[in-house]
């Protein structure tokens, strides 16, 4: 499956340990993860139960909509132009609108993430947004400790006993009376879960995420977060409805089996992939009984632009810092998100700030925060109902920015309806945008990939870098456009130098960013980290003749390690 290995079933009719110490696992699973007495009491044999239940009802599915999205690649590779599917038009064209939102969560003009770390997750809850999103996905790098450990974390959390002991600052850190709400953010449905094996094959990555979370604490969040609603989720890196009605159906399939009432579970989904824009209301209708809103992934939708268009060399980026929301395509991609939401009952989330304070440089601090308070000013004229930061330090600045604006009112679904966005056209969605490409852009691609894959390889999905907190969709981004430069041997135009993107041209900047990142990071560091194998996938995925579709599922082989020592590596 997706690339793995598969494993002989080993299990008996009534279960066995699994692994020298031993997880207790039902019939047809096996836990190839470190064993841990803690993590046994996320590992327990009802949970895994649910989880494999989940994994057989939907894992064909689940296939299927991972073949249809090759066959659409391969028709945008022939030429195809992503659009609008002519077969739903009466969905878009109908009078119909997503069950009421629940009153917990009415509200949500700024909201914070980050990954499922025990000091994040009390920072944030802490930080005075109005939700946060614990991240399972681009956020954190998906070793075993990490994602069991989150579960953990995340369990703790719901249930209001959650503390930390910071050692070297000797402070314990807990949860303050007053919190934000909780969202959990699971992994695309293209990442396997290589250290659970059911039925001989790795179990989906989400579908681990979603169900252990779910199981464990769907009663605790009820009572104690959603004000009988819940548990809350975002949903990542869609690119059809039809990914939409598997999430749609696992919804239910766990509502019904614990015995809530349908509806109960509620998810935003993200809009970051080019494909899905095209499909918000289909994918709105498919979850209209569990939906919260849409949100404009920014990040990954420039991502998805040039993996969509990897072999239209007459749609090249310019440098990645010159796409933003100003961009013809940007700005029409938000406003039709805006337009699609509110015309169905439901939030229209604007993006990420990445900034993070500059506690050494004050004027550089404040220059930073201007540039995020005028990105939320955008997005609160515009009529988002929220907005993300990466970092605490930036949710003053942004609550004051939405609060001025939309003074008491939780949201906008009803005062801002967006109603130009109506005439919006495939080809304003997919304008070429318009800049140049630099010799630095190329740098920077290759100084933050880099840097950002070597601290992923040792555990760390949120890295600071360059005063902005990068995650996995800042590396893609890097890694595509490093891709589609070299191959079409683009003129970096911006500079005045009109040098070729060349794999000798390539060479050179690798070689001389690995010695400035040495530099920066100084010798040790560089020498402890795993800069140089960082370096080596990197390079291969940048110059590799077929663009790989993600960095992370290319590079998870080299952060899963099986237990008991003698099993195989995947």
């Known amino acids: 499956m997706l690339g793995f290995g598969t494993f002989a079933q080993t299990t008996t009719s009534t279960g066995r340990k699994s692994g020298m110490m031993g997880y207790d696992v039902p019939e047809g699973v096996d836990v190839r993860g470190r064993y841990d007495p803690e993590f046994e009491k996320i590992l327990n044999r009802d949970a895994l139960q649910f989880v494999a239940d989940l994994q057989r009802e939907f894992r064909n599915h689940i296939k299927y909509a991972m073949e249809c999205r090759k066959e659409a690649k391969t028709r945008y590779n022939n030429g195809a132009l992503p659009g609008f599917d002519p077969a739903t038009k009466c969905v ?6 997503c069950t009421a939102v629940p009153p917990a969560v009415a509200d949500r003009r700024v909201e914070i993430t980050g990954p499922v770390e025990r000091k994040m997750i009390i920072n944030a809850l802490n930080s005075g947004a109005k939700v946060f999103m614990a991240d399972f996905e681009d956020a954190l790098s998906p070793s075993w400790e990490n994602l069991i450990r989150g579960q953990v974390n995340l369990k703790d959390a719901v249930n209001g006993t959650i503390s930390f002991h910071d050692q070297a600052r000797n402070r314990v850190y807990k949860l303050n009376d007053r919190t934000a709400k909780l969202f959990v953010r699971p992994r695309g449905w293209h990442l396997p879960e290589a250290h659970i094996i059911i039925d ?23 009572q104690n977060q959603g004000e009988g609603f819940g548990p809350f989720f975002y949903l990542p890196k869609m690119e059809h409805s039809r990914e939409a009605r598997i999430w749609n159906n696992a919804f239910e399939r766990a509502e019904k089996k614990v015995g809530i009432e349908k509806g109960s579970i509620r998810a935003t989904v993200l809009i970051e992939t080019l494909p899905a824009v095209f499909q918000m209301d289909e994918i709105l209708y498919e979850l209209r009984d569990h939906s919260v809103g849409l949100n404009c992934g920014r990040w990954d939708y420039i991502f998805s632009y040039v993996k969509t268009f990897q072999a239209h060399p007459d749609r090249l980026l310019p440098d990645r810092v010159q796409v933003g ?6 700005k029409s991609y938000s406003d039709l998100l805006i337009r699609t939401c509110h ?19 004050p004027s550089a601090n404040e220059a930073a925060l201007e540039l995020v308070r005028k990105d939320k000013l955008r997005e609160v004229k515009a009529g988002h109902d929220g907005t993300w930061a990466a970092h605490p330090g930036l949710i003053p600045a942004c609550m004051e920015v939405f609060t001025n604006y939309m003074g008491n009112s939780p949201n906008q679904i009803e005062t801002m309806k967006q109603g130009d966005a109506a005439v919006l056209t495939e080809e304003d969605l997919i304008e070429r945008p318009k800049g140049v490409r630099t010799m630095e ?8 990939g880099i840097q950002y894959l070597a601290a992923w390889l040792t555990g760390t999905g949120s890295v600071p870098l360059y005063n902005l907190m990068e995650d996995a969709a800042t590396a893609e981004i890097s890694r595509v456009q490093n891709w589609q430069w070299l191959k079409y041997g683009v003129e970096l135009d911006g500079d005045g130098l009109g040098v070729k993107v060349s794999l000798d041209l390539f060479g050179r900047v690798v070689e001389e960013e690995m010695a400035r990142i040495e530099r920066e990071v100084g010798r040790e560091k560089f020498k402890k980290g795993m800069y140089k194998e960082a370096c080596k996938i990197f390079t291969r995925q ?10 992370t599922l290319n590079a998870y082989n080299h952060i899963v390690i099986h237990h008991p020592s003698g099993s195989p590596r995947l």
């Open 92 to 97: 878009r064209d109908a009078e119909w609108v």
């Open 200 to 222: 001989g094959e790795p179990a989906t990555g989400c579908l681990v995420d979603f169900g252990l979370y779910f199981f464990h604490n769907y009663a605790a969040f009820r």
């Open 325 to 330: 929301m100003a961009q013809h395509f940007m």
């Open 343 to 361: 015309r169905r009952g439901v939030h229209a989330m604007g993006g990420m700030a990445a900034q993070i304070p500059i506690r050494d440089d």
């Open 441 to 448: 852009g190329l740098r920077l691609n290759t100084r933050v």
């Open 542 to 551: 940048c110059t590799a003749p077929t663009l790989d579709d993600f960095l």
